[in-house]
């Protein structure tokens, strides 16, 4: 799903911040010739076209991780150079963790050592850094 303000169009994403009860939060090395490529990254994509930002995390996480979505919580919306990107926190979620072919593994990290990494904008504005050109639009 794109958004149009002032004529230009902007690509809608939703991230997810899945953190279990040790504090680890799952990321991935995004790939290269991916978006923020070279950095850390949650599960999350593209809005598709008449998809909810909610319905499309539920598509995602099951694409991704292979993980059913059963809560979530909206964080936060930012507006970014490639994009609207809806933020949320996986409450609850069943499943074990799948790994996509062709992609980097997903592994769990305390957030202590993910922000010594390079690390995608929103996922970086939740952690307390202080990404370049993230925008909050709203926090929840």
């Known amino acids: 799903m794109t958004t149009s303000n002032n004529g230009q169009h902007k ?8 953190r279990r009860d040790d504090g680890c939060v799952l990321v991935r090395w995004r790939r290269q010739g991916d978006i ?5 990254s949650p599960p999350g994509g593209k809005v598709e076209y008449g998809e909810s930002p909610a ?3 539920k598509r995602e996480l099951r694409e991704e991780t292979g993980c059913r979505l059963v809560r979530e919580k909206l964080l936060a919306t ?3 150079p490639p994009g609207i990107i809806f933020f949320y926190r996986v409450l609850e979620w069943r499943g074990s963790i799948v790994n996509e072919e062709g ?7 305390q957030p202590e050592a993910i ?10 504005r939740w952690l307390g850094m202080s990404p370049p050109r993230c925008l909050p639009v709203t926090e929840q």
């Open 55 to 57: 319905a499309a995390l």
């Open 11 to 18: 690509q809608v994403w939703v991230a997810a911040y899945m």
């Open 78 to 80: 930012y507006d970014s």
């Open 115 to 124: 922000v010594r990494e390079p690390v995608q904008g929103s996922l970086a």
């Open 103 to 109: 992609q980097d593994a997903w592994v769990w990290m």
């Open 36 to 40: 923020d490529a070279g950095k850390l």
